[in-house]
């Protein structure tokens, strides 16, 4: 429901808002999520009004984001450096957002957005945008992002704007030669500016116009613009059409411009190109050879690449897919059936796509055959050995999974524990004696009285291990287990799992509705299911009281992006009154979806008394993997919907002076008096002045 306040109104209630945040966050829950907060906006010139959209992404393994607080540097209240002019254009969809001024109360200090109707599940992001003007001083000014999730974890991010008055020049420009000793077809050109500039402003579309020759050339050409990464230096490649002569001069226009917007203020005379005479008799080396782990197993697998980069361009024809074995010898393992290969344009760096049945060790090395030539025919030169495929990245814990074999909804020994790695382990690296010290709990708790026939791998892929629980275990759900670094996978790299680690999980699945809801009107409760895998059907009985509930539909729930229809509904009678809803869903495919969501939603109508209340449960349940077999999980029901009269904004099933003060509390914004179904009393979906006359006349029996 939205509220209407004066403007005093909404001062008055921003700065109580501000205060409740104040203090809800002096003594912060621990982060159940963690927060990564960027800028599309990296600079601006003093002065200058910047829209600025901040993406809030949540790198967490918990909760959804459901409030997010962005203080408009410096942080608190000592007077905002930033002027926010506005902010109301950019609001995500599902969202609201409040307002605190700094303590001369002319300026944002805070933008406090609050989920209604939407959050920022694991792994995924939300835009939320502004308009500020740029204060008049240079520095670099840090916005801190604040975000409290569902279960109340709060999570701190900071982006960075800078803003810069000094405009940038161009200090040198550097000719690479390719071997014909004169300004030529792939030849390169570095230019070195004096301090962070706006790549845009020099790209192959451009750079002709913005970067202009002044002497007797007239183009580039060029064939690529490539910035390094702090965006000091342009390395253009020149294409085939390139006029460019010595003695030519380059002076950037006016458009070429530093990060913050400064124009460029070379000096007039601009920056001579010099032409050095080079020439090529010297033979090319294998710098180095990058994996790029495509599936991010964590291991080097089919799919995954190799890029080879040489120090020139190379003669291309000598390194083709028939010869790849021998041209670019493994000193051990092969490439794999149907390995691919690219060369770049510039002839400088080999793509390897590995095939199939690859098998390249950790530290393997190459060394070119001397028929490996660059493009003015010198031989190979790389010194003996060749530098090493380092696959250096240690295995990571993916998950922990909970089997519930005795269905006792607690954890107890001939239990098991399945534990996820990203890749082929060392099975040796884990056994019955050291597994509490290799992995251990966060609690430190026991796995019992092993033998070896409790521990199984699935080999030979080695990546999934079983433990069947002992004797004396002391395990607890959601504890969680990051691995000893004396884990490792089987080129020895050890493990490299984040943080705690994942939690020991089991399926839940929960009944969430709303406490307390207007006699008459329809409202939602959603069926919530976490830490599922493999799920492809399920089927339950949704229980309620049908004098007080009534159930209209039952619509699919989605677990990340897949949907889960619902296959079919069916009433539960007792003699001709219904009692319930058999439901049965089915996820489309095959291959299940796994994670965290709904699993649908209950769409019901209250037609109930005022005062009346029913219990929505769950029974005769059953959840159903991709393989066919069960996964066990906890049902929760017992969620209670009460009713709220019009006007009951105290929700004790009356209308009295009671209600009067609560609904002017609400409108106040008074943080320990929240919306109440009741408080409408119009039912115009706001909650303002109108509905405190409203009960005034329905309490003095004028209504």
Known sequence: MKHKFSLMGRVAIALVLALSLSLVMAAPVAAAHTVSATSDVAGSTPGASKTITVTVGNTGAAEAIDVVVIDIPPPGDLGSTWNVTEFAAGIPTGWEVAVATDKYGDRIDTLTYTGLTDTIPIGESDDFTFTATAPAWAGDYIFTVNTTDTVMGTATGTFTIVVDGTSPVLNTIAWGDEGSTDIGVDDTLVFTFSEDMDPLTVTTANIDANLPITGTGTTYDAASVVWNVSDTVATVTLGASVDIASGDTVNPTDDVTDVAGNPDATVPTGVPLALPTIEDDVGPTLNTIVWADGDNSTGINAGDTLVFTFSEAMDTTTVAVGTLSSRLPLSAGSYGDGATIAWATDGKSLTVTLGTNVNILDLATVDPDPLVTDAAGNADDTAA?????????????????????????????????????????????????????????????????????????????????????????????????????????????????????????QVTVSVDAPATVVQGQSF???????????????????????????????????????????????????????????????????????????????????????????????????????????????????????????????????LNALDITKIELIVAGDPDHPETPGADANEDGNIDALDITKVELLVGGFL
């Not at 519930?404 to 909804?409: E, I």
């Not at 949704?542 to 229809?565: H, Q, R």
């Not at 965290?596 to 349940?621: P, Q, R, W, Y």
């Open 385 to 505: 050995g060749g530098p090493a495929i380092d696959e250096d990245v240690g295995p990571i814990l993916r998950s922990i999974t909970w089997n519930d074999l005795d269905s006792s909804a607690s954890i107890n020994p001939g239990d098991t524990l399945t534990f996820v790695f990203s890749e082929k382990m060392n099975t040796t690296t884990i056994d019955n004696n050291n597994i509490g010290a290799r992995l251990a709990t966060s609690e430190g708790h026991s796995y019992g009285t092993l033998t070896a026939g409790n521990l199984s791998w699935n080999d030979p892929d080695n990546y999934i291990l079983a433990v069947t629980l002992g004797t004396g275990t002391t395990i607890q759900p959601n504890e969680t287990v990051n691995p000893d670094v004396a884990v490792t996978d089987v080129a020895g790299n050890g493990d490299a799992t984040d943080g705690d680690g994942p939690p020991i999980a």
């Open 524 to 654: 939602v409760a959603t069926l919530n299911i976490t830490d599922v895998t493999g799920l492809d059907a399920a089927s339950y009985n949704v229980m309620f009281d049908s004098a007080i509930l009534e159930l209209t539909s039952v619509t699919a729930g989605t677990v990340g992006t897949t949907a889960i229809p619902v296959g079919a509904t069916t009433n539960i009678l007792d003699v001709d009154l219904v009692v319930g809803v058999r439901v049965v869903q089915n996820v489309s495919g095959t291959a299940g979806v796994s994670g965290s969501g709904t699993l649908a939603v209950l769409n019901f109508t209250f037609i109930g008394n005022s005062g009346e209340n029913s219990t929505i449960t769950l029974d005769i349940t059953m959840l159903s993997d991709k393989d066919a077999n069960e996964i066990y999980a906890n049902w929760f029901g017992d969620l209670v919907a009460a009713t709220a009269l019009v006007g009951d904004a105290n929700g004790d099933g009356s």
